[in-house]
């Protein structure tokens, strides 16, 4: 009689429980995020678009050629060169070995200016620089193509880094020289040691020159960030890298310099300086490109003809990743969009929250 009597109070708290478990547990899902692709175009040979309307421009370089494109897909630009070229948002320039007067043109393919010396033009963003023959030395360039000021050195440059204000450039005796670009003076000297065989094989600055992380060493190889004092270096974090690599690396501060992407030996380090906090996520290729947009960071990995695009995303989290097979390719982001090329295409994929 008393089972009977309990029955139904043990049902009804049955079901009550498992409401409340429902009501609880439930919460909204979040939104997920839908890559969309919306064009591909081919740059074999491109009819090209005047741009009429004054569009923004990303540049691209797939093998023998370079030029650039609008978000629409409409080519503006479209050059081969049968050497060697280097190419920025801003200039782009194509030259030999053998050049003597270097000349580099805007995105319109107008005439910028001339560099009035041999080596190796390089742009960063609206920076410019030759590094001269010898690779011990190199001079920051003004628009017109003039020269600003040259760090004349004896050591070979192993890595280099740019920003707005600054200029740092790694040496083979593991030392770290950060540049004012206003007049070429010296702001810091610095050498991260900690290693038996010192090198810096990767450097990056932060876009407000507080913080300089860097790759050095052979044997006790490490990841080091620091942190301006007092026009001093500081070690806020360090970290061993138990395989040591001979090869330069990558290392790459977010836009907001809230985090600090480092590759070393199978891996991606990834410090947030604001938790102080250090992440480890496995990566087997050599990266050759990191593009941010407003939600992920974007890696360009590269092992023989196999090409990979990793997505993390801000909790430092590798989302995804997708990979094709190609013999020159190259990644850019632009208002959140992703642009892909490979061998003579390109494709956009846009990026948005279903």
Known sequence: MKSKKTAPLIIFLIIFFTLIYIILAAKPLGKEFQFTPEWKISVSAPAIDENKESKPTIYFKLG???????????????ESFPAMASIS???YSIYSTNSTKIPFY?????????????GYPYFRDNNSYI?????????????N?????????????????????????GFADGKIKLFDNSDGSIAIDFAPGGSDYPVILGLDISSDG???????????????????????????FHYFISESSPYRTLVHFTEDNSRVFYLFEG????????????????ISDRIINIEESEDFVFLLGKTKSQYTVYMIDKTNTLEGKFSFTA??????TFNNNLYIGNNTSISKISLSRG
């Open 267 to 282: 891996n991606l380090g990834i410090y947030n300086i604001a938790t102080e906090k250090n992440y480890m996520i496995p």
């Open 145 to 169: 193509g003039d020269t600003a000021w040259t760090y004349e050195g004896t050591l070979p440059i192993t890595a280099f880094a740019s920003s707005q204000k600054y200029t740092a450039a």
């Open 327 to 332: 013999d020159t390719a190259f990644m850019k």
């Open 64 to 78: 023998q050629s370079l030029g650039y494109f609008t978000e629409d897909g409409k080519v503006t630009l479209y």
């Open 106 to 118: 805007n995105q319109k393919g107008e005439l910028q200016g001339s560099i009035k010396t041999a």
């Open 210 to 236: 507080n913080y300089i992380a860097s790759v050095s060493g052979h044997e006790q190889q490490r990841f080091v960030l620091s942190q301006k004092e007092n026009n001093q270096q500081k070690i806020i």
């Open 131 to 143: 590094f001269l023959p010898g690779g011990n030395s190199f001079s920051k360039v003004l628009y």
């Open 89 to 91: 948002d801003y200039y």
